[in-house]
């Protein structure tokens, strides 16, 4: 059977130990030299770049996030054994880990190291899909001739190189389609690399849960065990029509992915959906001017980001989360699609004056949607507020002035609530 050693590249007959350097980190499987198909997944991402940039936690359970009131960003495995997990409430995590030492995000670093990640995996092939700062499908397809080597083993010396050149760690899935591939990445973490090969497919879905499904939340897991389905083998006896009448358009997706049957394409252009943000308060708070402040801050955040990526939106989104968890979701359609600040603040704070304010809130978010290039944006004047293109115009001053002298230069009184 083919098989491989993690540690030095050397390949081999079936083993349980490398016959070069003796180490029992080995992978084998029939098809290992014909998948091309991978998912790489950053282990602890956050986490890790503290501990490579901070020794004194390498040894200690850290948790990146906010206050007591915030989220779980990511915890390290030492934390996630104590059952610790991303998203978790913060006075939840510290319940579970006391002792964890906690760490603000530093966004700016975890780029960077992305950046470097990705400048790896560059060197592997142009066809690559990045799904989040620490996580990317990859198409080795065809690049066997150009490396002098099959997939599997330029997989494995991008993760060694990860390891020696920027001190991180990621796990590897390989297979033949990218719902498989991102499936196998999460078997054997950390430091794993896992395959699922055409010939074992069905017999491997079969008996695992449905919750392996990426993107199937609480809410569709919910329904679909209403339906009596909670393994791959429940679902695989459902006809497709059936499924669609049952869960619409996503039950013809669900049909396939019962089968192992994933026909997307590893896309290096995929389209950016919408651009968000949101933040936790430390304290739950009912105070308007405090909130009106964190709206105009999230909405010049979102709008950073939007002329950033060249993309402006037609849709705005409030997000706002109760101090008992409830989450109220507000959005509206512009007339025409924006990128700037004050128009996606003003619409923003349009939509927090319309809710009824009965409780204090924990979260906040702003956010915008059905994207299009900025050459479409802020074209037309507004005849409902015709002080629009002025504000517009100093906003495009404000950028180009922080773009120069750094983002503090100017700040808007209300950003300072």
Request: with cysteine; hydrophobic share 40%; net charge positive.
């Amino acid at each position: 059977m083919p098989s491989l050693c993690k540690e030095c590249l050397t390949q081999f007959d079936t083993g349980a130990r490398c016959p070069a350097c003796r180490s029992p980190r080995v992978v084998s499987h029939p098809e290992l030299w014909d998948l091309s198909i991978a998912h790489m997944d950053c282990d602890a991402f956050f986490a890790s770049v503290e501990k490579r940039d901070n020794p004194d936690l390498r040894s200690k359970p850290v948790i990146i996030g906010g206050g007591k009131r915030g989220v779980v960003s990511t915890a390290c495995y030492i934390a996630r054994i104590k059952g610790v997990r991303s998203a978790m409430p913060m006075f939840q995590a510290l319940k579970l880990c006391p002792e964890a030492v906690i760490v603000k995000p530093r966004m700016e670093a975890y780029s960077e190291a992305s950046r470097q990640v990705r400048a790896l995996m560059d060197e592997l092939t142009p066809a690559i899909e990045p799904l989040s700062l620490d996580e990317a499908f990859m198409d080795l397809t065809g690049t066997a001739r150009m490396h002098g080597a099959p997939p599997a083993v330029m997989l494995a010396r991008l993760v060694k190189r990860m390891k020696e050149e920027l001190g991180l760690t990621g796990s590897i899935g390989l297979s033949h389609n990218k719902f498989l591939a991102k499936v196998a990445s999460d078997l054997d973490k950390p430091r794993g690399f896992s395959v699922i090969g055409k010939a074992e497919t069905v017999a491997f879905l079969r008996p695992n849960s449905v919750r392996m499904i990426w993107g199937i939340g609480p809410a569709a897991q919910a329904s679909l065990e209403r339906a009596g389905i909670r393994t791959f083998e429940d679902l695989s006896r459902w006809e497709q029509d059936d499924l669609v009448r049952r869960f619409g358009q996503m039950g013809q997706r669900l049909w396939h992915l019962a089968r192992g049957e994933d026909y997307r394409r590893v896309s290096a252009n995929a389209p950016v959906k919408s651009i968000s943000k949101e933040t936790t308060f430390n304290e739950d708070t009912t105070d308007r001017d405090l909130l009106d402040g964190h709206i105009w801050r999230l909405s010049e955040q979102v709008s950073a980001r939007a002329k950033v990526k060249g993309k402006a939106g037609r849709v705005v989104t409030l997000k706002l989360k109760t101090a008992k968890f409830k989450t109220l979701t507000r959005r509206i359609s512009l007339h025409q699609p924006t990128q700037m600040a004050d128009k996606i603040y003003r619409t923003a704070r349009g939509l927090f004056d319309q809710v009824e304010h009965v409780s204090a809130y924990r979260l906040i978010g702003v956010g915008i949607s059905d994207l299009c290039t900025h050459d479409d944006a802020d074209r037309e004047g507004d005849l409902l507020d015709p002080d629009a293109e002025k504000r517009a115009r100093t906003e495009r001053a404000t950028d180009a002035i922080r773009e120069k002298f750094g983002k503090d230069a100017i700040l808007k009184g209300r950003a300072l609530r």
